[in-house]
């Protein structure tokens, strides 16, 4: 599966958020900051992840099916790739 270029730029730029988001998550448990709030950075975290997945994934199907060059993914294995971001 390919991604496109201008989906890698918009996956990465989420990707570096959320590698910032993760180091601010890190210092706030070494400096004993409240569950609550380390708990709600943490969410944020990973819904940004999620968000780069699901581009990743959509920009791939995209490009699979507009290009017909790439072997189509069998259903099965679409829904692993959805189900992994769940």
């Known amino acids: 599966m390919k991604v496109d270029d201008e989906s890698i730029g918009a996956v ?5 958020r959320a590698q910032g988001q993760l180091a601010g ?4 448990v070494e ?3 409240d569950c609550t709030e380390v708990v709600t950075q943490l969410a944020a975290v990973s819904r940004a ?6 581009k ?3 920009s791939g ?3 699979c ?7 189509p993914l069998a259903e099965e294995q679409l829904e692993r ?6």
């Open 56 to 58: 990743i994934v959509a």
């Open 65 to 71: 099916l507009a290009s017909g060059r790439d072997a």
């Open 31 to 33: 400096s004993g900051r």
């Open 61 to 63: 199907m995209r490009q």
């Open 12 to 16: 990465l730029n989420r990707l570096r």
């Open 25 to 28: 998550v890190i210092a706030m």
């Open 81 to 86: 790739l959805f189900l992994s971001l769940a």
């Open 49 to 54: 992840l999620d968000k780069a997945g699901f």
